[in-house]
């Protein structure tokens, strides 16, 4: 049920703020989550090498800044670097269907069909595909693994070509905005002027946002989901605390791991198994796994996973390790908490950051999300509104957490289904 609280108007440019109530039903959450693992397979007690991402599994590649090398926000000027990626579907004549995806900061560029490196699915395959919310058979859809990436883009796990070595940290400090950049010139180089549409949750929501304000021309609709303008002091701090774990590890060797011939995956799997916590919800943890013990009868007064819960962490952390570079982690979470777009594009005032924007956005939010609350993108859409952006909002009631945009959510999915096929008409694609 679709319930509307409130509708207002700037020069005749609407501001739709709806809330969507949905059921708080686990049934659907929880297939999403990993099963429970016992302690012999939760991987606590040694992990197999992190796996090697060769150029096949990257899927797309293509090096960029050869002819002029982009210059990133801390100084270093970034030549011959490559950027993996994937498409689906097909570009159509006009070159006007395209739709930019922008991964959070554990995903990748597989965000339908099978992942070649996990053999998994795509991390939105339930939103695209043929058919599906956006469909491959009507719009071409790309996702690049990010710049500072672990799938084939360049990042601190790839070869420094000065050295012949792993970049480690000589690799250069990036932020949301050089991940930006380094798409633009991605798109470049596929000849396409303009997105239809540009979407992502959470570190993607902030990409998509940096899109807006820094290419307003070359976004006709952006969709910012369960993502905030900056981080908060929260967020730096859980982020913070994760990197200490991965640099407390004896075999992170200064961020030299990979020419020492060994991986801190201790440490890489604790900060995951903090951030998971944030990106789940209470009520989720709760009505999963409660109190009930793993594979026991009774507590074993000792420090073995007695919990459900604590299995299942352990299993987050160990299979995190076997896909993702530690050094990596530690950039992407810095670039995260070094994002503030009313600083770079405002002069400090959000609203600023946006004015002149004609890009029409869909803001969504979560109810249970406590790592980006609803009170995030109300200041996005406060912003919004002040410069007579043309933005809808949707809360959607879910207790699935933060990571309710991955998981089966459908009024989550109306609101989004409604906005793309609104924007399609809009932009002339229905008539194609």
């Not at 793993?294 to 073995?304: E, N, P």
């Not at 609101?415 to 609104?422: A, D, K, Q």
Request: negative net charge.
């Amino acid at each position: 049920m679709i319930h509307s609280y409130g509708a207002y108007f700037t020069q005749s440019l609407p501001i739709f703020a709806i809330f969507v109530k949905n059921s708080p039903d686990l049934t659907h959450a929880q297939t999403e989550i990993e099963p429970v693992m016992n302690d012999q397979t939760s991987g606590q007690n040694g992990v197999e090498a992190t796996q090697t991402v060769t150029d096949r599994d990257a899927g797309k590649r293509v090096t960029l800044g050869q002819d002029e090398p982009l210059r990133l926000d801390c100084g270093v000027e970034l030549s011959d670097f490559t950027i993996a990626y994937e498409s689906y579907g097909e570009l159509n004549a006009n070159k006007n269907n395209a739709i930019l995806v922008c991964h959070a900061l554990s995903g990748d560029q597989f965000v339908s069909g099978i992942n070649p490196i996990t053999g998994k699915p795509g991390w939105w395959e339930l939103v695209i595909g043929p058919g599906k919310i956006i469909d491959t058979e009507r719009f071409f859809v790309i996702c690049p693994n990010i710049l500072g990436g672990c799938m084939g883009t360049t990042g601190p796990k790839e070869i420094n070509p000065e050295t012949g070595q792993p970049w480690g940290l000589d690799f250069p400090m990036i932020t949301v905005s050089d991940m930006v950049r380094a798409q633009a010139l991605l798109l470049d180089h596929l000849g396409i002027d303009q997105l239809f549409s540009a979407i992502g949750g959470s570190m993607g929501g902030m990409q998509v946002l940096e899109w807006a304000a820094a290419y307003p021309k070359r976004v006709f609709s952006a969709i910012p989901i369960a993502t905030a303008p900056h981080h908060s002091a929260q967020n730096i701090a859980f982020h913070e605390v994760g990197r200490q774990a991965i640099m407390a590890d004896p075999d992170w060797r200064g961020g030299d791991y990979l020419n020492q011939d060994c991986r801190p995956h201790r440490g890489l799997a604790i900060a995951r198994m903090i951030a998971h916590i944030t990106y789940l919800s209470e009520p989720a943890l709760q009505n999963k796994f409660g109190r009930r013990l793993q594979d026991r009868d009774a507590i074993s007064f000792g420090f073995d996973a007695d919990f459900q819960v604590e299995s299942y962490l352990r299993h987050q952390g160990s299979t995190f390790v076997d896909r993702f570079d530690a050094n990596s982690y530690l950039y992407i979470t810095r670039a995260m908490d070094y994002f503030d777009i009313a600083e770079r594009h405002g002069s400090g005032v959000l609203a600023e950051g946006f004015r002149d924007v004609g890009t029409r956005f869909c803001v969504i939010s979560f109810t249970s999300d406590w790592l980006y609350q609803t009170a995030e993108s109300r200041a996005i859409v406060k912003a919004l509104n002040a410069v007579a952006a043309n933005v809808s909002f949707a809360e959607i009631e879910s207790d699935k957490g933060h990571d309710a945009f991955l998981l089966e959510e459908p009024e989550f999915w109306k609101v989004l289904s409604g906005f793309i096929e609104g924007a399609a008409e809009r932009y002339g694609l229905n008539s194609q």
